[in-house]
């Protein structure tokens, strides 16, 4: 990861020794050849450093590529969920409707057939349909008795009609609404799935990316170790012999990768990297009291130190392996560094403060491989830095 400088007061003081430092004569120079190999087997283990480096910055493009899917998907599930309310709510209604066309037929036809039943049976106090249509003065009176019962049963009928109507249509209107919803709920599992996919290949890259990082340390640790031996030879060598280990101990040796705390004084994380209600949230806010120390996670260049939009001023230092770390919400006096300075992992460099769009007292930190237009390019920060804090 951290490429330039980790080992550089080593190397400084290895190359030095290359010359200044006097070996005892009970000690055994090794042959040309087998320096030789030694530098082979240093610039060897180099090269597998900065590949696992590359492979370290390609799972980190990764990692934020599947965090936005995710943010993208919660986004849609958000979207989605109030269409289901409002499906869920009308098939409710519908079927209450349903419901109440159902008990007026009832009584309509509980109505009707209590008619029926009276046109042929006598009931005390009551007079039967018969008994009116007997009860006639002439045959006159008999054919309007007739038409007026008639005109009873046809609207009794006709009502029955209109309500099984009513009562098909309710129902072919739920059966619509039923099929509504089980597709936008088909479409929620759809999306919960895919969601808790993305999450299985986060897990399964911040596993990776972690056995990645311990390989790399133990790289370095290795590297370290061979650069010392390289550095206390002193024997005559032959010009080509000490060209390839001069070359060998300028070269550079990534860092071990964690960074340090941001804050020192204060683990609380209260706000996470990801979704954040509407938007995409590109870092951690670590909340502490105004004023509290806030330390640069590893050496580097101070690119911007200042207004930001958003944060109300911001940090942004460039380490040396290309990655940025940012910093974010302090005020303006709250910055102890500027633009075009070099500092030191651990060194202070601004206060924490509640300026910009702030809630309360805390710090934004980010981290981000470079700048698209006037965007910074950020990844998830967290598998930098050092996991208890986490």
């Known amino acids: 990861m951290n490429a330039?400088?980790?080992?550089?007061?080593?190397?400084?003081?290895?190359?030095?020794?290359?010359?200044?430092?006097?070996?005892?004569?009970?000690f055994a120079e090794p042959e040309p050849a087998a320096v030789k190999q030694m530098i082979d087997d240093y610039n060897?283990?180099?090269a597998a450093i900065q590949q696992l480096s590359d492979q370290e910055d390609q799972l980190q493009g990764q990692l934020s590529t599947i965090n936005r899917q995710i943010f993208e998907y919660d986004q849609l599930e958000k979207e989605l969920q109030p269409d289901i309310d409002a499906v869920t709510q009308q098939i409710q209604s519908t079927q209450t409707e349903i419901d109440n066309k159902k008990n007026s037929m009832d009584e309509r036809n509980l109505l009707v057939k209590n008619r029926l039943v009276s046109m042929?049976?006598?009931?005390?106090?009551?007079v039967s349909f018969l008994e009116v249509l007997l009860g006639s003065a002439n045959f006159g009176d008999f054919i309007n008795r007739l038409g007026m019962l008639t005109m009873i049963f046809r609207q009794d009928k006709q009502m029955i009609d209109t309500l099984a109507e009513?009562?098909?249509?309710?129902?072919?209107?739920?059966?619509?609404?039923?099929?509504q919803q089980k597709a936008l709920l088909d479409k929620m599992?759809?999306?919960?799935?895919?969601?808790?996919?993305?999450?299985?290949?986060?897990?399964?890259?911040?596993?990776?990316?972690?056995?990645?990082?311990?390989?790399?340390?133990?790289?370095v640790d290795a590297t370290q170790q061979e650069a010392e031996n390289l550095a206390a030879i002193d024997e005559e060598l032959t010009p080509d012999v000490q060209a390839a280990l001069k070359e060998a101990l300028?070269?550079?040796?990534?860092?071990?990768?964690?960074?340090?705390?941001?804050?020192p004084d204060s683990h609380t994380i209260t706000s996470d990297f990801g979704a954040r209600g509407q938007e995409f949230h590109a870092g951690i806010d670590i909340g502490a009291p105004l004023g509290t120390s806030i330390v640069a996670v590893d050496s580097g260049i101070v690119l911007y130190a200042g207004k930001a939009t958003g944060f109300g001023n911001w940090i942004v230092i460039k380490h040396a392996n290309g990655l940025m770390s940012v910093y974010g919400h302090m005020y303006g006096d709250g910055i102890f560094v500027k633009v075009g300075q070099e500092v030191q992992r651990g060194q202070l460099i601004a206060v924490v403060g509640s300026d910009g769009q702030s809630t309360g007292p805390h710090l934004h930190f980010?981290?981000?491989?470079?700048?698209?237009?006037?965007?910074?390019?950020?990844?998830?920060?967290?598998?930098?830095?050092?996991?208890e804090h986490l």
Request: with cysteine; charged share 25%.
């Open 4 to 26: 330039k400088k980790t080992l550089c007061s080593l190397l400084i003081a290895s190359t030095i020794a290359l010359t200044s430092v006097p070996v005892p004569s009970t």
């Open 44 to 46: 060897q283990r180099l």
């Open 120 to 126: 042929y049976t006598e009931e005390a106090a009551s």
């Open 166 to 179: 009513d009562k098909q249509s309710l129902t072919t209107m739920k059966e619509e609404l039923d099929s």
């Open 189 to 219: 599992s759809m999306l919960n799935q895919a969601k808790a996919d993305q999450e299985d290949k986060v897990q399964e890259r911040m596993n990776l990316l972690s056995q990645l990082q311990q390989e790399k340390r133990s790289e």
């Open 250 to 263: 300028q070269k550079n040796i990534v860092s071990e990768g964690n960074w340090d705390w941001p804050v």
């Open 366 to 387: 980010a981290v981000a491989t470079g700048i698209t237009g006037n965007k910074m390019d950020y990844i998830d920060p967290r598998p930098y830095l050092n996991n």
